[in-house]
């Protein structure tokens, strides 16, 4: 028998784990919702500052996201070792609310380094991991090659898998052949798909219906159109910034208000644009600090905006009325 650690906020805990129990947990988590993939806050010598984290977290509390994404893209994983990618984890934990879902991504290059991250991330206290695909050989990740890895981690995963395609940054999509054979898994319970291309999103909720399997919208910029095709919720960098905004646009979208959410979701575009695709990192960053939150410095070889990348920044949210 296997133990994983779980991390409350009155201290630690141990449960006792089977795979078959991991595999019926993953059938129930509702993903359904909205969660902001943190930053991660540096000090001047880039170091994590736990600190300021604890601060923006305290903030996020107050806003009724489903859960938090720990270690994303916007939580700068790839240039943090293995160890502080599962300490932010751990920390993330230790202050999030009892009922709030910790979703800690634990992608790595390799299988068996990314089935070993993620026991680790199960045992800092993660609900479930966010799993992006090996791209550094990507003339070679093709399906076959990319269902052996995932099937590989799903089997060994002390919680639900949920796979992440962000082609902007891999250079290639998950295809969608693939995805509709990993739902079949069942310690693999959903995706977050960060490309934008409806038709897939719609496509891929359509043929996992029967599997009960759950598509997060990964940009804030296609959220509405996410839910037309049956999205559950998204996680969106945005939601760093303004939150509560997003959480409203769901909760417009759930309630079929949907000349109000066409309203909210068109004054988002361009401010969710600036954040990802544009100006990427140091554009959220530099947004989150206008808005209250420490965002800070980048971590090397990533650098700060420049004053003119600052000034579009700035109309990109000033012309559509948050700042």
């Keep these: 028998m296997l133990c994983v650690r779980v991390w409350t906020r009155c201290g630690v805990r141990y449960r006792p ?10 059938a129930r988590l509702d993903l359904s919702g909205i969660y902001p993939p943190i930053a991660t806050p540096f000090t001047a010598k880039e170091d994590v500052d736990y600190r ?16 938090l994404v720990v270690q994303g893209s916007n939580g700068e994983y790839p240039y943090l070792t293995e160890e502080e990618r599962v300490e932010v984890v751990a920390a993330v934990r230790r202050s999030l609310p ?6 800690a991504g634990s992608g790595c290059e390799s299988t068996r380094a990314t089935v070993q991250l993620t026991a680790k991330m199960a045992a800092a206290g993660a609900d479930a991991v966010l799993v992006v695909n090996p791209c550094f050989y ?5 399906s076959r090659a990319l269902i052996h890895h995932f099937t590989k981690v799903a089997d060994s995963s002390p919680v639900p898998v949920v796979l992440y395609s962000v082609p902007a940054n891999t250079g290639l999509d998950l295809p969608v052949d693939a995805v509709v054979e990993l739902s079949q898994h069942p310690n693999i319970l959903g995706l977050k798909d960060s490309g934008g291309d409806i038709t897939r999103i719609g496509l891929i909720v359509h043929k996992t219906k029967a599997q009960d399997f759950q598509v997060l919208a990964g940009s804030a910029g296609f959220l509405m159109a996410a839910y037309c095709v049956g999205a559950v919720g998204g996680v969106c960098a945005l939601a760093n910034v303004l939150g509560q905004e997003l959480c ?22 361009e401010p969710n644009a600036a954040v990802t695709r544009k100006l990427g990192v140091p554009a959220l960053k530099q947004a ?11 971590r090397s070889p ?15 949210f000033s012309t559509n009325g948050w700042l």
Aim: net charge positive.
């Design 288 to 298: 989150m600090e206008w808005f209250g939150y420490h965002g800070g410095a980048c």
């Design 248 to 269: 409203e646009l769901e909760r417009l979208c759930r309630s079929g208000c949907w000349e109000e959410a066409k309203v909210l979701q068109q004054r988002l575009i």
């Design 138 to 142: 990507k003339g070679k990740m093709d």
């Design 17 to 26: 784990w089977r795979r078959n129990v991991s595999h019926k947990a993953a």
């Design 302 to 316: 990533l650098q700060p905006l420049t004053e003119a990348e600052t000034q579009l920044l700035r109309q990109d």
């Design 52 to 67: 300021k984290l604890e601060e923006n977290l305290q903030k996020y509390d107050e806003i009724p996201f489903k859960g």
């Design 98 to 103: 009892l009922g709030k879902l910790l979703l």
